[in-house]
């Protein structure tokens, strides 16, 4: 069984930082692409920024330059460090991997969540 388990949420003030945690857990599996996701109230929940298996990365355009996405493979661990936030950064965010099992199957995972709210 594999999991994904995100952590580091919380309440900000605007201009403040937070960083996101995921973990993969589980036995037999390699991890390839990841991504971060979020969903404010009453939006689709949308792309934030992924990452590679060999490193490459993109952002949505509203974060470039603010946060940045990074990986840890020996850990089995994805970041997110978010810089200048903004009330707009407030959703849940999502961690979202491809993740090839020992059985040769490629599966999509998602965590369950963490709350980011960005207020004064």
């Known amino acids: 069984q594999v999991q994904l388990v995100e952590s580091g949420g919380g309440l900000v003030q605007p201009g403040g930082s937070l960083r996101l945690s995921c973990a993969a857990s589980g036995s037999n599996f390699r991890i390839y692409d990841m991504g971060w996701y979020r969903q404010a109230p009453g939006k689709q929940r949308e792309l934030v920024a992924d990452?590679?298996?060999?490193?490459?990365?993109n952002y949505a355009d509203s974060v470039k330059g603010r946060f940045t996405i990074s990986r840890d493979n020996a850990k089995n661990t994805m970041y997110l460090q978010m810089n200048s936030l903004k009330p707009e950064d407030t959703a849940i965010y999502y961690c979202n991997g491809r993740l090839r099992r020992s059985n040769g199957v490629m599966l999509g995972y998602w965590g369950q969540g963490t709350q980011v709210t960005v207020s004064s």
């Open positions: 990452i590679t298996s060999g490193g490459s990365t």
